[in-house]
């Protein structure tokens, strides 16, 4: 056809393209603005394309939240900083639109393209629009305007400044609690902004104003943001206004409250000195650990050790270690994983005799836990857990643990205990390992799902790397080779993985000698299944092998396959084929 | 007023519910009353129906936990002369001038909230203060009560400690793996009692003689708030009564009027576009839809925002199906008001059509019927052509379910009436959609639908289904083509943008540091 030749109109092509019926056409073309922008080139991108941008709003939100996307990171297509301010026009009504992701992603790329506007640009572009959002009439840019302050008001004159900390308080104080929740929640980063004078008037006002506020939902949010905003102040000062807020909120009577405040304690003590910690944060902390309501105690329990970590060693073992016994018995079993993921890194801040003494038992005790998730919490932290108990005591109260969930009915267990035998193996060493869970390792190549059965053979790698090939000769090869006459297809497709992954690892030599003459007796499996699979492990050992070997073997088997009845053996074979002549080609 | 008569319906059945859930315990309610009373020093002054001032030991100390309760929260002005009645006595037992003090005094006994750690203690408080509720109860409903300041004031008081509570978290369940999800709603353990403080509230609101000048002072907006924060509750029983209470708030106090569409709309605009998570909107939805059918025509501005920025964007959240029927029901009574908002409500729909959710979709063309039914020549016109492009794919759907639905929508008198007018425009829409199914529709019912369809189409202008299907054919052709053709397009698109070189990259000033200032 003539257009093809015809002077091209990427405008055009991208008009044509955002009229189409198909939202899937509307959407590649917006991902592909950036090509658009570089075939037009800089001035008609800013004259053209923008323009045309701004206009394009009404579409659905999906092509919209593109749309805000691609436009964070325009600033090189539009002409580099300078120009950057085009990007503007088209963001600010994104910000307005009903959807939230499509408001969020747009005030996401309005910080990105401000953080490198110039100085003169965001007083003179940027900060009249956070402006006019923040007067918007409609809750959508109000919301979007608490999100831009923080870049509007650093290069701001100082009258500008005043004018931005009074039109965020009126933001703090506005009638719909929607956007006083989006002031709450960006306060922080405003904060982090403002002039250490003014934050301790004006955005400690707003602070102290938003706990108060007669929604939950907003006063939740301010809590949120204590600890940043801490850390903004001077530790007296934080201590001053901070603190007595959080300490009255860890006595909320709701737990949505505490349980903010139990996330944000120890954030908040990194802000604050040692005294009042001890006379006042940890006597609150103390108070969430014994919570009545689980959900609390599980926020808690999960920070036990970074607070510890900032206490001395005797207050942590005089009023912590107590909490910790009584939560590894809590009744609620996601409180003890809670605890079961944090409890080792204790061990170093309580000191050896600590450790033994108290620790220990505790720790015994979750790795026997009924429910397998604490078991498995405590069982990741291996490592720590070796340095602190030795290997004996580990190993004895380990392997039961271990055995049971092996074998858990649960697939996803198995699948995280599996992941954690390398680690394992190297922390238990090679004696211990043959005893007891070599057998195991087996076992799983068998099981009825097929994500265990491939963790398997990732992990027989593992270990063959772990303990080297002369172990992996002894105490894997043979076993593996063995299933290859195994009844089940699917069991000898995983022999098929395993061979693939163990190659590289064994070597040429081996390689050549044990795993190809199984795969190439494979290729002749009366499964369809198996034979494309032997095709494609081929593919995978070309690289493994001498290139003799690979015309000897390797080529004459896949040329077999390639002439097989089935369509995708035939495929798979044509691809290994492929390869070989590419290596060689190459070499 | 409508609002008054469907909320009377709804007092009607709330308390019908109520009562026929309330054991019947007048006469055991005489045995407990003097065993309760074997305990005070004067049991002969008290069965005299004396006034009495001196009081047992035991319920002294009770006494003294009421008393320093009520005056941290209300002036000693208010409170005067009114503790000096002991809360355990019956209403017929005291004096008519003391009724009044007897019926403060116990409102505040109910104030105490049970603590249900200690089932024991629990259950025999629970008893006590369950007596007292239906003894309000029926003081109140006898009509004998007047609630004068201290009074409304002692009321308020009482919900507020007994219902405002904070709900727990949702269950997890204990069974290791969170795969089987549990759906269970969680029952407040004080149920029995909260019933009974909801019907008090109730029977309080709607007191004839109520005087809402006075009344407002306490159930003011932050009354109103912390009742709508209940809405939260997962137990259907208690939406039920806040329903109703609502409503009936809703009625007596005109000035909260705008405060209560405005704190509604906000809870709505909460769910809408940040949590999608809310118990209570099908209830609240529910007292919209009567106060929507008392709105005065022409409707007032901020009415069809609300309509706009509330009501259409509810059709998005996954969980519209808990709510659907009270949306539309709303949405219609709109419609039904000013047809041109028809439009609006239309677009809105297109708008949120659900794309993988088929239950969705049968929910939305049943609306759209709904509406569609409602609308004149003049504005289906206008927005026939999305609409119609919509249901050509929903004609088209693998769900048979949503293909069957879209189908029916022919045997509507109305909207095949609208589609014959214009369908020069709707039959080039639909005509592919009905030749792919008949070509590859796998559920034999909707092929025979489309046929039919076809048929009808026939009957009418069988001229026009031929020029259909002569474009359609020509269309076919051209669209392997036309795909062809984009690629080119974007090929050329790429070599030429492959040239692009950033002028502005070597001299781009250095970046400052995004991260500002930052006081100590």
Redesign the interface.
């Known amino acids: 056809m003539s257009t093809v030749e015809a002077p091209l109109y990427p405008i055009a092509v991208l008009i044509d393209e955002l009229k189409n019926d198909d939202i899937q056409l509307r959407l590649n073309s917006i991902r592909r603005l950036s090509t658009i922008a570089r075939a037009l080139g800089e001035d008609r991108t800013r004259s053209e394309l923008i323009p045309f941008l701004s206009e394009n709003n009404d579409d659905d939100d999906e092509v919209l939240l593109a749309m805000a996307e691609e436009l964070g990171v325009f600033v090189p297509y539009v002409g580099g900083v300078e120009h950057a301010h085009v990007l503007l026009t088209p963001l600010e009504t994104l910000c307005t639109v009903e959807e939230t992701c499509v408001r969020d992603k747009a005030v996401e790329s309005l910080c990105k393209i401000g953080s490198q506007m110039r100085e003169n640009d965001l007083i003179e572009r940027f900060t009249p629009l956070v402006k006019r959002l923040a007067a918007g009439e409609w809750f959508t840019a109000r919301v979007s305007a608490c999100g831009l302050f923080h870049i509007a008001y650093p290069s701001a004159p100082e009258t500008l400044k005043t004018e931005l900390r009074s039109i965020y308080g009126q933001l703090c104080q506005d009638d719909m609690p929607m956007v006083r929740r989006s002031a709450a929640s960006n306060l922080w980063k405003f904060a982090g902004t403002v002039e250490s004078a003014h934050l301790k008037a004006d955005i400690m006002q707003m602070f102290e104003d938003l706990t108060q506020d007669d929604q939950d939902t907003v006063r939740l949010l301010a809590v949120e943001g204590c600890a940043a905003l801490g850390k903004l102040l001077e530790p007296q000062d934080c201590a001053a206004r901070i603190l007595p807020v959080i300490v009255n909120f860890s006595q909320d009577k709701s737990w949505r409250v505490r349980y903010m405040v139990a996330n944000q304690l120890y954030e908040l003590c990194e802000a604050l000195g040692p005294e009042p910690i001890r006379t006042d944060l940890l006597p609150a902390y103390v108070r969430l650990l014994r919570d009545n309501e689980a959900e609390v105690r599980i926020a808690a329990a999960g920070k036990v050790t970074k607070f510890c970590q900032i206490l001395s060693p005797e207050l942590a073992i005089q009023h912590i270690l107590p909490c910790v016994k009584e939560l590894s018995l809590d009744s609620s079993q996601h409180v003890r994983a809670a605890l079961a993921s944090v409890v080792m890194g204790m061990a170093p801040v309580l000191g050896k005799d600590a450790t033994i003494e108290q620790l220990l038992p505790i720790f015994l005790s979750l790795l026997k836990d009924e429910f397998p998730d604490v078991r498995l919490n405590i069982i990741s932290k291996l490592d720590q857990v070796n340095q602190v108990i030795g290997i004996d005591l580990l190993s004895q109260s380990l392997l039961p643990a271990i055995v049971e969930l092996a074998e858990d009915r649960h697939w996803r267990v198995r699948l995280a205990i599996i992941e954690y035998i390398p680690l394992l193996a190297n922390q238990l060493g090679v004696g211990f390992f043959d005893d007891k869970l070599g057998g195991l390792c087996m076992q799983w190549l068998q099981d009825k799902v097929y994500s265990i059965r491939d963790a398997a053979a990732k992990n027989l790698k593992h270990l063959a790397e772990e303990f080297g090939p002369d172990w992996a000769m002894q105490h894997i090869i043979p076993q593996v080779l063995e299933i290859a006459n195994d009844s089940h297809y699917l069991h000898r497709m995983t022999l098929l993985r395993a061979i693939s992954l163990l190659g590289p690892v064994m070597g040429s030599e081996i390689t050549c000698s044990k795993l190809l003459p199984v795969v190439v007796n494979a290729s002749k499996d009366r499964v369809p299944n198996i034979k494309f699979n032997v095709a494609k492990v081929l593919q995978s050992l070309i690289s493994v092998v001498d290139q003799s070997v690979v015309e000897k073997t390797i080529r004459p088997c896949l040329v077999e396959l390639s002439e097989d009845p089935d369509v995708d053996v035939r495929y798979f074979a044509v691809q290994g084929l492929q390869s070989i002549d590419q290596v060689t080609m190459s070499s | 007023m409508a609002v008054c008569a469907a909320g009377n319906r709804f007092v009607a059945i709330m308390l019908k519910q109520i009562l026929s859930k309330l054991p019947r315990k007048s006469q055991k309610s005489d045995s407990l009353d003097s065993a309760g009373l074997d305990s005070g020093n004067h049991t002969s002054n008290l069965s005299n129906g004396v006034q009495c001032t001196n009081i047992g030991n035991s319920i002294t100390s009770r006494l003294s936990v009421v008393k320093r309760v009520s005056s941290a929260v209300f002036p000693a002005s208010i409170m005067a002369g009114v503790e000096a009645v002991e809360p355990n006595l019956s209403f017929k037992d005291v004096s008519n001038p003391q009724k009044q003090n007897l019926f403060i005094s116990k409102l505040n006994l109910c104030c105490e909230v049970s603590d249900f750690s200690d089932p024991e203690k629990a259950s025999s408080e629970q008893d006590l203060k369950r007596q007292t509720l239906i003894e309000l109860v029926d003081f109140v409903s006898s009509g004998s009560a007047k609630f004068n300041e201290p009074a409304v004031a002692a009321m308020c008081k009482m919900c507020a400690l007994n219902l405002f509570?904070?709900f727990?978290?949702k269950y997890?369940s204990?069974t290791?793996?969170g795969e089987a999800e549990d759906d269970e709603p969680i029952f407040d353990p004080a149920w029995s009692s909260l019933q009974l403080v909801y019907d008090l509230l109730l029977r309080f609101i709607s007191y004839s003689s109520l005087d809402a000048k006075v009344a407002k002072k306490h159930v003011d907006h932050?009354f109103i708030?912390k009742l709508l924060?209940l809405f939260e509750s997962e137990d259907p029983r208690e939406r039920d009564c806040l329903k109703t209470i609502l409503h009936r708030i809703y009625g007596k106090f005109m000035v909260h009027r705008p405060f209560v569409r405005k704190a509604v709309s906000?809870i709505i605009?909460?769910f809408v576009?940040?949590t999608e998570r809310h118990n209570g909107i099908a209830e609240l939805l529910e007292i919209f839809g009567s106060i929507i059918s008392g709105f005065a025509i022409p409707l007032k501005e901020e009415h069809k925002m609300f309509l706009c920025?509330a009501l259409i964007?509810l059709h998005k959240p996954k969980s519209i199906g808990v709510y659907h029927q009270q949306l539309t029901y709303c949405v219609v009574q709109f419609v039904d008001k000013d047809q041109k908002l028809a439009n609006n409500v239309i677009k809105g729909l297109l708008k949120y059509w659900p794309i993988t959710n088929s239950q969705k979709e049968l929910m939305f063309i049943s609306e759209l019927e709904e509406i569609l039914e409602m609308t004149n020549m003049v504005e289906f016109q206008k927005i026939m052509v999305p609409v119609f492009?919509r249901i050509a794919c929903c004609l088209n759907s693998s769900h048979y379910q949503v293909a069957e639905r879209a189908h029916l929508l022919w045997n509507n008198e109305h909207i095949l009436n609208l589609i014959t007018h214009n369908r020069h425009v709707i039959f080039p829409l639909i005509f592919p959609s009905l030749e792919r199914n008949s070509q590859n529709h796998w559920n034999q019912a909707v092929l025979n639908l489309t046929q039919n369809i076809r048929k009808m189409f026939c009957e009418m202008d069988e001229e026009l289904l031929l020029a259909c299907q002569r474009k359609l054919e020509e269309e076919n052709s051209q669209l392997i083509?036309a795909a062809e053709?984009?690629k080119?397009?974007?090929e050329?698109?790429?070599t030429?943008?492959?040239?692009?070189k950033?002028?502005?990259?070597n001299?781009?000033?250095p970046?400052?540091p995004?991260?500002?200032?930052?006081?100590?």
Do not use: I
């Open positions: 509570r904070v727990p978290p997890r204990n290791s793996s932050s708030l924060d906000n605009y909460r576009f940040e920025r964007p492009q083509e053709k984009r080119l397009a974007w050329h698109l790429e030429t943008a492959a040239a692009f950033p002028a502005a990259t001299n781009v000033p970046v400052k995004a991260t500002p200032l930052v006081a100590c």
